[in-house]
């Protein structure tokens, strides 16, 4: 749908596919449905299920015919076996740009993302405090925060308006991991992922991670935060479960262009 000088451009958010080397044939009619209806195809991690990159392989395959632009980034499944670069070789071969604290704009939209670490949330957030292990633990998320601040100015940084997404694997609030056991709350996400969406107006926050979590949930500021996790998504019984996100923004030329944080 278009009017004057506006565009809407319809967004498909999708995560924790999992997908495995014996998945051959299983996704084609998922990413035909989400081809029919989308104009860009967000992924928010695990979309390996051991992090081989033979299990992306498989996911390009399936993504044949798919004419959508993807992005997205990796989760921790897709950290597994320390092969994540070699599945982010393998990704790009599928059109799909892999953010890890960059930016990137598509058609006409900002889009900044980080795979993100836990840590917890609040004021039981983990601190900087005691063993080397634990300020390892506690400066991951820090420093996945700062990615994500950095992906979000350089955004800033584009002349004219840009509706800002971010995209992480990792929750950045406790709403939408609610229905997970309270003892793996910090290994699902951190506040400290919230801190740069505080700083920064985004439209929206797209996260998965978290399978028997809350499909959705807000910042303390009212920015919408979305659990794309396929198991979450599946709860809504269609047969083919995205999110589906409409944006108005002011039409502008076309654009599909990296931004590297430098």
């Known amino acids: 749908m278009e009017t004057e000088n506006k565009k809407h451009i319809r967004i498909a958010a999708i995560g924790d596919l999992h997908v495995r080397d014996t998945d051959r044939g299983k996704w084609k009619d998922y990413f035909t449905a989400i081809n029919r209806e989308a104009d860009v195809l967000v992924i928010a991690g695990d979309i390996t299920d051991t992090g081989d990159e033979d299990e992306a392989a498989v996911f390009t395959e399936e993504l044949q015919g ?21 599945i982010k070789e393998v990704l790009s071969h599928a059109n799909m740009q892999v953010l890890d604290g960059e930016s990137t704009v598509i058609e006409g939209i900002g889009f900044a ?26 400066q991951e998320a820090v420093d996945e925060g700062l990615k994500l601040e950095r992906a979000l100015s350089r ?37 400290r992922l919230l801190e ?16 028997m979590g809350q499909y959705q949930g807000e910042t303390p500021d009212g920015t919408k935060v979305w659990n794309v996790s ?26 599909f262009e990296r931004l590297p944080i430098k």
């Open 196 to 211: 740069p969406l505080q700083r920064t107006e985004v439209a929206a926050v797209f996260h998965g991670h978290a399978h």
């Open 155 to 191: 955004l800033g940084q584009h002349q004219g308006e840009i509706t800002k997404i971010a995209i992480m694997h990792y929750a950045p609030i406790p709403e939408t991991v609610e229905g997970e056991p309270l003892e793996i709350y910090p290994f699902l996400g951190s506040s």
């Open 66 to 86: 798919n004419h959508l632009p993807i992005v997205g980034v990796l989760g921790n499944h897709d950290y597994e076996k320390g092969r994540h670069k070699i």
């Open 230 to 255: 396929l198991p979450v998504l599946a709860r809504q019984g269609k047969p083919h479960p995205f999110h589906l996100l409409e944006i108005e923004i002011n039409e502008i030329p076309d654009t």
């Open 113 to 138: 993302g980080i795979k993100g670490f836990g840590g917890g949330f609040g004021p039981r957030m983990l601190s900087r405090f005691g063993e080397d292990m634990m300020k390892s633990f506690v």
